[in-house]
């Protein structure tokens, strides 16, 4: 079955849950007045169904070759890729000065969302590519930028991020490929990189390389490392492509899942060293690739939420479609769809709730990144970066966890057909499984949240975006709407161990560090659980204020009340786990050495 | 890396949490003293790890051939099934009138898990060959018996069921195969089959299937479903093997997992339809099938387990070998094994508790079991049965949730390796997936325990096990061990919460079943929770008591801790889910169908 975006459900999360037309209201968006977020969407909708859905399955099939240092896409990917950026959207939040659409990046965040549902190993390519514009954006020189950035906003040209190394993984800090200094101001470059996500395809002319390499006399660690351009060809003044750069792909892997996505082994150096030209000042490579990582962060959150809906989507059309036993009270021969079944429901209610809130999560880191470079007000651009910078954590391990909990689910619902791979759910469930391991798993993601989110400011951050929260609970209970059941309580509740615990590990982060990283990983989920159920009884305030815009506003507030009752009512549990479970963590070690 | 079987945490669980040695110390278990138990398990382990475990992954990488009707199973594997069953592994717990070693299920089920653990998709295939023992020894003519039974204890011929059809999975009454009265009081069947496990092969010379199947004038639905018996090769009277049986695999599944294991469609009736031989009435086959799937059931729960541990064994080893990062205080150069960082150890700690928990819980079924059937009071046995029976579903779905769940985490601490097939932990995370489904999903398992176990006699048979729980809590909080943590406390609010819960279900059941339906799911996770977390308290318990017998007895405690303090303490949320959560889930239509 194929995919079609659900374009009210992302209006919806975009503009209400995740504040973009209240953004857009205030002004902190200059000019983009909001009217085109719908039709870019549809169309974006309609690009994926059309073009990139069709080819996921055959992706999967087919994976990828690698001969003789070349590597062969799926049957049908690189027209696809060409169409897809002929059509512009490589460059939809591109800046203008390039080339790009200049679109807010919550728009942007739709559509990766889109792009990752209908085909999530196509739409990792992009992912890529955007993180390299950002960082050449940001930390290149303008000579780089005016013979890179146009043709990889246009998609022209493919970015890709080489951190990894075999002994370098978490701790980037380890790594050992080296770039030594050349007499014209470039570098050359030798190591191996693995896990490089892209580094060879035959999808577009050239491929640009953004790569952690180290200088022989840098100092050891993180406060070492300094980020290189690396062009697969070099580029002629005129921009026409020149030589075969010393960078080439020597292996690719067999991978869980996304086997469309070629995952490269690289060797830079066989042939004297590849050209490299440094971005940003030397030894100062780590801020630069937070600045990749942080729009990839995003990103890969934006994954779990793709395939999430995907998952769910297919799910859905089962239980519509499969015919098993009798509902309650039904009676004489024959089978019912299994929708009727209330464990089924559960499970469906389960998958789309769970992906609602991630979404909206992560429209909502979007849309504070968007603030935070757009606004004219220093004070309110540097509250939202602050909010991102909360947010993106929990934008990533949140929604990627969830990704893999909604694709099980859909695996599940199809029964035994879900194991048989002709089904599709189990490609699903496969290639979910990446998004909660990439750009920092999500354990480095919560001790992030836990310590350079929480732990700084005295949690600053942390209260002013609970205070809002508070809010949406007053809101939820003066509107003394039935419907919401006991979405309000639940909240409150949930919100009262999220601050509880939020104090709990502010004051063990200063005196018993261990204890308070053992709760990282429950802390992100009672975060993300408390954060989204609120969020979406957000949204499903402003659904019911909306009419039938966007369909019937029930089914919103039935979804917020649902998560609430049945998600966020896990805060009190999570909470007992991080506070009384860390003694049990920290004494672990009779356990597991023995 | 390989598998070993942890002989000392097994022998805790059998004989202490799930209570062998007090059964045979009660006679409970007739002649049987246990005094070979622990020698049983160590020769057990030794077969898995020399013999087993270097099969997996080749039988994961090659998986299987059909060519003309004939399955070709993976280099190597028919020489270790014949191995295996030659050392009378097949036989454990057979009966010894037909050549079995008479020991207790227990034992065979500590056996199951090991074989899971080493192997998952070799071990499926006897799992289904002693289910076949059962119906045959339960309900098959003295006839049947003397020609097959003693074949099929020994291992030289393997069996089957066949129950799923493409329109009849859970809904098993929905199936359409045909069998007709032959004059010579056999039946000729005829009809397709899919899903068939190990349905052909060649690691033996012959194959029972145990078919169901419906009489041209049988009832609609389960009442006239009967059960046959149709081998691969007609017997002769001296028991050589006579004319092929018109029984073939027409087509294997490509499956996401356990890619050894053939998954067949069986046709019957190509050639005028299959002998089949009647095992106990017409129309009375759902009675015989249930005695089939109760024992695959607990098997299917002990391959949760034992993949559980294969991808805990898997991942502490790679957390002590890979080094990234510095623990907490450590500075200069260098990096430390990841298992010093406490979101590393929680994984850990969480893989092996919830392993620990699910193997007790699947222990105590087979303890139950053995009882049902061996002790010589009456009462004593029909307790057991009811005991059995309400642990069932519980032992099926829990720990095979736990399977998925525990192999993700595996995955999850291999970070990038992890998705790379080469590593291993991905197979672990694909085989795992299907225990979920096969045997009964464990949405149905979830309704089993609700309406079967919880809903009859007033709910007798789950007071009676709570009481057993309260002793246990009670024992924890009067032993006054610091090292506990809030054991007791977090047990006795678990508790409480499933005394609750259940009272509100059972009311429910009577007045709105489909708000007690709703909650099926998130019941048995709370009482496999709850019920888990009391055992390994229990047998922690039991552990302090025998000093280093098996090892230091603090780790037992620290786990029975972390399990109440980080799992069980999840009681009183899912109380919740079930009670406050129904009405969304009845509600679900409007955000379901929209």
Same mark, same amino acid.
């Given at each position: *079955?194929?995919?079609?975006?659900?374009?009210?459900?992302?209006?919806?999360?975009?503009?209400?849950? %995740?504040?973009?037309?209240?953004?857009?209201? +205030?002004?902190?968006? #200059?000019?983009?007045?909001?009217?085109?977020?719908?039709?870019?969407?549809?169309?974006?909708?309609?690009?994926?169904?059309?073009?990139?859905?069709?080819?996921?399955?055959?992706?999967?099939?087919?994976?990828?070759?690698?001969?003789?240092?070349?590597?062969?896409? %799926?049957?049908?990917?690189?027209?696809?890729?060409?169409?897809?950026?002929?059509?512009?959207?490589?460059?939809?939040?591109?800046?203008?000065?390039?080339?790009?659409?200049?679109?807010?990046?919550?728009?942007?965040? $739709?559509?990766?969302?889109?792009?990752?549902?209908?085909? *999530?190993?196509?739409?990792?390519?992009?992912?890529?590519?955007?993180?390299?514009?950002?960082?050449?954006?940001? &930390?290149?020189?303008?000579?780089?930028?005016?013979?890179?950035?146009?043709?990889?906003?246009?998609?022209?040209?493919?970015?890709?991020? &080489?951190?990894?190394?075999?002994?370098?993984?978490?701790?980037?800090?380890?790594?050992?490929?080296?770039?030594?200094?050349?007499?014209?101001?470039?570098?050359?470059?030798?190591?191996?990189?693995?896990?490089?996500?892209?580094?060879?395809?035959?999808?577009?002319?050239?491929?640009?390389?953004?790569?952690? $390499?180290?200088?022989?006399?840098?100092? !050891?660690?993180?406060?070492?490392?300094?980020?290189?351009?690396? =062009?697969?060809?070099?580029?002629?003044?005129?921009?026409?492509?020149?030589?075969?750069?010393?960078?080439?792909?020597?292996?690719?892997? &067999?991978?869980?899942?996304?086997?469309?996505?070629?995952?490269?082994?690289?060797?830079?150096?066989?042939?004297?060293?590849?050209?490299?030209?440094?971005?940003?000042?030397?030894?100062?490579?780590?801020?630069?690739?937070?600045?990749?990582?942080?729009?990839?962060?995003?990103?890969?959150?934006?994954?779990?939420?793709?395939?999430?809906?995907?998952?769910?989507?297919?799910?859905?059309?089962?239980?519509?479609?499969?015919?098993?036993?009798?509902?309650?009270?039904?009676?004489?021969?024959? $089978?019912?769809?299994?929708?009727?079944?209330?464990?089924?429901?559960?499970?469906?209610?389960?998958?789309? +709730?769970?992906?609602?809130?991630?979404?909206?999560?992560?429209?909502?880191?979007? !849309?504070?990144?968007?603030?935070?470079?757009?606004?004219?007000? %220093?004070?309110?651009?540097?509250?939202?970066?602050?909010?991102?910078?909360?947010?993106?954590?929990?934008?990533?391990?949140?929604?990627?966890?969830?990704?893999?909990?909604?694709?099980?689910?859909?695996?599940?619902?199809?029964?035994?057909?879900?194991?048989?791979?002709?089904?599709?759910?189990?490609?699903?469930?496969?290639?979910?499984?990446?998004? =909660?391991?990439?750009?920092?798993?999500?354990?480095?993601?919560?001790?992030?949240?836990?310590?350079?989110?929480?732990? !700084?400011?005295?949690?600053?951050?942390?209260?002013?975006?609970?205070?809002?929260?508070?809010?949406?609970?007053?809101?939820?209970?003066?509107?003394?709407?039935?419907?919401?059941?006991?979405?309000?309580?639940?909240?409150?509740?949930?919100? $009262?161990?999220?601050?509880?615990?939020? &104090?709990?590990?502010?004051?063990?982060?200063?005196?018993? =560090?261990?204890?308070?990283?053992? #709760?990282?990983?429950?802390?992100?989920?009672?975060?993300?659980?408390?954060?989204?159920?609120?969020?979406?009884?957000?949204?499903?305030?402003?659904?019911?204020?909306? #009419?039938?815009?966007?369909?019937?506003?029930?089914?919103? /507030?039935?979804?917020?009340?649902?998560?609430?009752?049945?998600?966020?009512?896990?805060?009190?549990?999570?909470?007992?786990?991080?506070?009384?479970?860390?003694?049990? /963590?920290?004494?672990?070690?009779? /356990?597991?050495?023995?």
């Amino acid at each position: *079955m194929t995919y079609r975006a659900p374009v009210p459900d992302i209006l919806l999360a975009l503009n209400h849950g %995740a504040g973009l037309e209240a953004a857009v209201k +205030a002004g902190h968006y #200059g000019d983009y007045d909001g009217d085109i977020t719908a039709a870019v969407l549809e169309e974006a909708g309609r690009f994926a169904t059309d073009v990139l859905a069709p080819l996921n399955r055959i992706g999967d099939q087919n994976g990828i070759k690698l001969a003789d240092g070349k590597v062969t896409t %799926a049957p049908g990917w690189p027209d696809a890729y060409k169409r897809w950026a002929d059509a512009g959207w490589n460059a939809v939040s591109g800046p203008e000065a390039f080339g790009g659409q200049g679109l807010p990046m919550a728009i942007n965040a $739709a559509c990766t969302e889109i792009w990752s549902a209908s085909n *999530m190993a196509f739409g990792l390519c992009p992912l890529l590519t955007l993180s390299a514009i950002e960082a050449l954006d940001a &930390h290149g020189s303008d000579e780089l930028k005016n013979i890179y950035l146009a043709k990889l906003i246009s998609g022209e040209w493919t970015g890709t991020m &080489h951190l990894t190394e075999p002994q370098a993984g978490s701790d980037v800090g380890l790594l050992r490929t080296r770039a030594e200094r050349a007499a014209d101001g470039t570098y050359r470059i030798s190591g191996t990189k693995i896990f490089i996500t892209y580094g060879e395809h035959d999808m577009t002319d050239n491929i640009v390389h953004f790569v952690l $390499a180290r200088l022989p006399d840098a100092p !050891v660690g993180t406060k070492g490392i300094s980020l290189f351009l690396v =062009p697969k060809f070099l580029v002629n003044a005129d921009g026409s492509l020149g030589a075969r750069n010393d960078i080439f792909a020597s292996g690719i892997e &067999h991978k869980l899942g996304i086997h469309a996505s070629p995952t490269c082994v690289m060797t830079m150096g066989d042939n004297g060293g590849a050209v490299g030209y440094l971005i940003g000042e030397e030894n100062r490579g780590m801020q630069c690739m937070f600045t990749m990582m942080n729009q990839a962060r995003l990103g890969v959150g934006l994954e779990g939420v793709g395939i999430a809906d995907r998952a769910y989507q297919q799910a859905l059309a089962y239980a519509q479609e499969r015919k098993q036993g009798r509902a309650i009270g039904k009676t004489g021969d024959g $089978a019912d769809a299994i929708i009727v079944h209330p464990d089924i429901k559960r499970m469906l209610l389960q998958m789309r +709730a769970m992906t609602a809130a991630a979404r909206t999560i992560c429209y909502a880191t979007a !849309v504070a990144l968007d603030i935070s470079v757009r606004a004219s007000d %220093a004070k309110i651009r540097s509250d939202a970066a602050a909010r991102a910078a909360l947010l993106t954590p929990i934008a990533k391990a949140f929604s990627t966890d969830i990704g893999n909990e909604v694709a099980s689910l859909g695996v599940q619902i199809h029964g035994g057909m879900g194991f048989i791979e002709e089904t599709g759910a189990a490609q699903h469930f496969r290639d979910a499984r990446i998004a =909660p391991i990439y750009e920092g798993t999500n354990g480095i993601q919560s001790i992030d949240l836990l310590t350079r989110k929480l732990g !700084v400011n005295g949690g600053a951050s942390v209260w002013a975006l609970l205070n809002e929260l508070s809010d949406v609970v007053k809101q939820v209970e003066a509107s003394n709407d039935p419907a919401f059941g006991t979405t309000g309580a639940k909240l409150r509740d949930a919100l $009262a161990a999220l601050d509880r615990t939020s &104090h709990w590990l502010l004051e063990k982060l200063g005196n018993a =560090p261990n204890e308070a990283l053992a #709760g990282a990983t429950p802390y992100l989920r009672l975060f993300g659980s408390t954060l989204g159920g609120c969020m979406l009884a957000s949204q499903a305030l402003a659904a019911r204020d909306l #009419g039938d815009t966007l369909g019937d506003p029930k089914r919103f /507030v039935t979804l917020a009340r649902f998560f609430a009752e049945n998600v966020a009512v896990q805060a009190t549990a999570l909470e007992h786990v991080v506070v009384d479970g860390a003694d049990a /963590v920290i004494g672990a070690d009779e /356990v597991l050495l023995a």
